[in-house]
């Protein structure tokens, strides 16, 4: 097997930092009432571990995992549930954490899937978006970096289940 080409695009140091400006201006939206943290399985486990631990104490940590599937070369914009939630989000303060908004299907389906639940508030943030991507609109309220149309990996980022544990960012040069 080649080993795998990447070019750095964020340090661990960059993403921390910037973790860090969004949990101040998450913090300043949803105040110190309790907030429910909804992880969208695999890609946000880092993410949402960070992040999570700048936000004070009233927070519950749930998670979601979907799988969206391609019909040919064109997305059918279909989603699945893999795994629901395991509590109700009814009259809660609810923030979606993604690892990544690419074509926007999975927050968008994500985001009117759980509207049906009644929360209280539902915002959502992502640690990366690719606008060029954007195949739908899915509107989330806090961004990390939005990132040109690459493939990237690493801080929970998979190509083909590898990558994940990587502490930074990276652009995959030679996916096989
Ligand atoms: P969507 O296209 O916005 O629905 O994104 C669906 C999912 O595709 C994301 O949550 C990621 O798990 C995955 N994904 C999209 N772009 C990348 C990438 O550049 N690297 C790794 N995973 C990605």
Do not use: W
């Not at 880092?46 to 979907?66: E, K, T, Y």
């Not at 009814?90 to 927050?107: A, N, P, S």
Request: proline residues 4%.
């Amino acid at each position: 097997m080649t080993e795998p080409q990447l070019d750095i695009l964020y340090t661990e140091d960059q993403i921390q930092a910037r973790i860090k400006d969004l949990s101040l201006q998450i913090r300043r939206d949803y105040g110190d009432e309790p907030m429910v943290l909804i992880g969208v399985l695999k890609g946000s486990l880092m993410f949402l571990a960070d992040l999570s631990r700048h936000l004070g104490h009233q927070v519950r940590i749930d998670f979601m995992q979907l799988s969206s599937y391609e019909g040919g070369t064109s997305s059918t914009g279909v989603v699945q549930i893999r795994k629901d939630l395991d509590q109700t989000i009814e009259g809660e303060r609810v923030l979606i954490v993604e690892d990544i908004v690419d074509t926007g299907l999975t927050l968008a389906h994500l985001r009117e899937l759980l509207m049906t639940r009644h929360p209280s508030m539902l915002r959502a943030v992502s640690l990366l978006r690719k606008p060029e991507a954007a195949k739908v609109e899915a509107t989330c309220e806090y961004v990390g970096f939005e990132i040109p149309n690459q493939f990237v990996v690493g801080y929970g980022l998979d190509y083909r289940e590898r990558f994940r544990n990587l502490p930074y960012i990276g652009i995959l040069l030679n996916p096989d």
